[in-house]
């Protein structure tokens, strides 16, 4: 399995050299680098305004993935870049080790009235990958502080994805992200997620709840630290929670004495119309990871926010979280934040949200006449499609077949015919969406209309290639039918 979309588009011969610098010089990020010659160029955007980015050619694409789930105010806001300036002019850079400096500090304090209950302490970070490393360390480090050092392990579930350090990976249930990297840090455990597309019908709603008991239980309650899930988990294709399951989850987790991080990197900020997605599904975690969003990545910066009482054991005496990332709580990122949210709250975002996830699902379950779309999911402008090969039965393509419809034809095409999304297959194959929260109408008629036309045509593609080859023994498909 691939784990990650490639937008290789088949071009006209390129000159630009742009094009030949960045095959020369640019390490992408998730990257077959090899997909990239004079025939196959890189997508190189170049500007972007509201829900649209523009190309080097002056193309424009609807940004149905929001740049990986970030920009949530939109594209081209000049007053972040001027809250940016004014900040360089004014103090450039101060570390948050043993300084504060105003933004900062009023970053913080704006974050923690937003975030719910006692969760009052901002430690930043720079992206969400050290937001996770922090709450895992600190967790870590509260446990011990209380004489309860063995408590070191990390629960999360399988496929979610919460980053790629070395400690964050192992929380991060992806095997082909894991397998290369081996050994991890220890501790990593996993559970099943809450995707419920192919569960016998009679399961017990909160199955996936109560699987995070038995393994605290098998592994030694004394030893499990903290659990760490999304409100919507994002690999795998938008898997929301069943009703009740974080209920239960944090019944289980204070029974065992166990943490909760809700791992927000994607969720938070608006994406599930709220600023926190424990917030939508009425939960309190005992820590929350943030990034993305926080800025709208005008910048990059993330957080790790803390309730009073995992904070406390740190704030007294000669104790100390030794811990910390030269950049974290960057001034001119702080700033950035502040003029984010300033956006947020005079264009009520969260509202926008609320009040336009309903039309944005509905034209997704529209797209269900299509014979290949076999699910629909996800919350606010966070939704999934799952592809498959056959509606009644939920059979799922293998990984050759994946690896054809979604690298082979879907990735290139969608953004060849102007729509940037996510085509996935880290678990089952899916289309995700996240445009900006300033989508509205047009854009999501816009987005329709293009997933309509490239999904009817790659089915036709899978019925072509059928017609050739015989189906593959049902066996072989990447999950066995329901
Ligand atoms: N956690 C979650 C839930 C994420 O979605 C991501 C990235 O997408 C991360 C952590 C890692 O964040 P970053 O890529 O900023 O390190």
Sequence with gaps: MATTPQTATRTEPTQSPLQELARRHLWMHFTRMGAYDEDHEIPILVRGEGSYVWDEHGRRYIDGLSALFCVNIGHGRAELGEAAARQAEELAFYTNWSYAHPRGIELAARIAALAPGDLNRVFFTSGGSEAVESAWKLVRAYHRQRGEGMRTKLIAREIAYHGTSLGALAATGITDLRTPFEPLTPGGCHVPN???????????????????????????????????LEPVQNAGGCFPPQEGYFQRVREICDRHGVLLISDEVICSWGRLGHHFGCDRYGYRP?????????????????????????????????????????????????????????????????????????????????????????????????????????????????????????????????????????????????????????????????????????????????????????????????????
């Design 286 to 482: 005992d820590l929350i990871t943030t990034a993305k969003g926080l800025t709208s990545a005008y910048v990059p910066m993330g957080a790790l926010i803390v309730s009073d009482a995992v904070a406390e054991p740190f704030m007294d005496g000669k104790a100390m979280f030794t811990h910390g990332f030269t950049f974290g709580g960057h001034p001119v990122a702080a700033a950035v934040a502040m003029a984010n949210l300033d956006v947020f709250e005079r264009e009520d975002l969260c509202g926008h949200v609320r009040a336009k996830e309903p039309e944005f699902r509905a034209m997704l379950e529209g797209l269900r006449d299509l014979p290949i779309v076999g699910d629909v999911r996800g919350a606010g402008f966070f939704q999934a499609i799952e592809l498959v090969k056959d509606h009644e039965t939920k059979e799922s393509f293998d990984d050759d077949e994946s690896e054809q419809l979604l690298r082979g034809f879907l990735s290139g095409e969608l953004y060849r015919r102007g729509l940037i999304c996510r085509a996935d297959d880290r678990g089952d194959p899916v289309i995700q969406l996240a445009p900006p929260l300033v989508a509205d109408s047009e854009q999501f008629e816009e987005i329709e209309a293009i997933l309509r036309s490239v999904l009817t045509e790659a089915w036709e593609r899978i019925v072509r290639s059928d017609r050739g080859a015989r189906r593959p023994a049902p066996g072989t498909a990447r999950r066995s039918p329901a």
């Design 194 to 228: 809450t995707n419920s597309y192919r569960w016998p019908a009679d399961r017990d709603p909160l199955w996936a709840a109560e699987a995070i008991e038995e393994r605290i239980l098998f592994e030694g309650p004394e030893t499990v630290g903290a659990v760490i």
